[in-house]
Antibody, heavy 123, light 108 residues
Framework: MRLEESGGGVVQSGRSLRLSCAAS????????FHWVRQAPGRGLEWLAV????????YYGDSVKGRITISRDNSGDRLFLEIHSLRPDDSGVYYC?????????????????WGQGVHVSVSS | SYVVTQTPSVSVAPGQTAKITCGGDDIGDRSVHWFQQRPGQAPILVIHDDKDRPSGIPERFSGSNSANTATLTISGVEAADEADYYCQLWDDNSDHVVFGGGTKLTVL
């Protein structure tokens, strides 16, 4: 089982960014997925979850309205779009596998996680 | 949304037992998961569903959850256990994943 994030880098404040997470080694389409971020020196912050069919998405309060989680089940990929980037969006962004066959309730542990991708927003 | 509280730091000598707690209202009614994160690395799952160990996680790691406190216990602590530990659960009321603020385990 493997998850690999990409699409990070240095971005100017106010711009948008699209992160990608490629999955391999398991049946991508049967699992829900999460995005979690970690600011430098800080704890884990949950951002969003998407159901296994992609028809339900839930967002954390701090980013709701500025991010969109989506998935491509034919290509085994998860995405996160972040709009109106701010310096405090800087950090490491992780994708993580969630509950199997879950639509609205995501009680299972996030496992596994990707290695993370760095995002740095310059002011 | 639901709030969980972790003690920011715990220190223990090698070979001793470390207890890391995650507090919340009636947290015993919820499934709690625990992650270990070493510096510069992604989190890894060490306990799921209150007390179950994933394959490959040493038996030294155990978990419990009752009333208002979930606990991760590490017996016979080793230097390699020095890391940040996070609890996590799903909050049905807010449809949010909730993480504790993390506990830094220092092995003296």
């Amino acid at each position: 089982m493997r998850l690999e994030e990409s699409g990070g880098g240095v971005v100017q404040s106010g711009r948008s960014l699209r992160l990608s997470c490629a999955a391999s080694g398991f049946s991508f389409k049967t699992y829900s997925f999460h995005w979690v971020r970690q600011a430098p020196g800080r704890g884990l912050e949950w951002l969003a979850v998407i159901s296994y069919r992609g028809n339900y998405q839930y967002y954390g309060d701090s980013v709701k309205g500025r991010i969109t989680i989506s998935r491509d089940n034919s290509g085994d990929r998860l995405f996160l779009e972040i709009h109106s980037l701010r310096p405090d969006d800087s950090g490491v962004y992780y994708c993580a596998r969630g509950s199997p066959l879950a639509d609205r309730v995501f009680v299972r542990a996030l496992d596994p996680w990707g290695q993370g991708v760095h995002v740095s927003v310059s002011s | 949304s639901y709030v969980v509280t972790q003690t920011p730091s715990v220190s223990v000598a090698p070979g001793q037992t470390a207890k890391i707690t995650c507090g919340g209202d009636d947290i015993g009614d919820r499934s709690v998961h625990w992650f270990q994160q070493r510096p510069g690395q992604a989190p890894i799952l060490v306990i799921h569903d209150d007390k179950d160990r994933p394959s490959g996680i040493p038996e030294r790691f155990s978990g419990s959850n009752s009333a208002n406190t979930a606990t991760l216990t590490i017996s016979g602590v080793e230097a390699a256990d020095e890391a940040d530990y996070y609890c996590q659960l799903w909050d049905d009321n807010s449809d949010h994943v909730v993480f504790g603020g993390g506990t830094k385990l220092t092995v003296l």
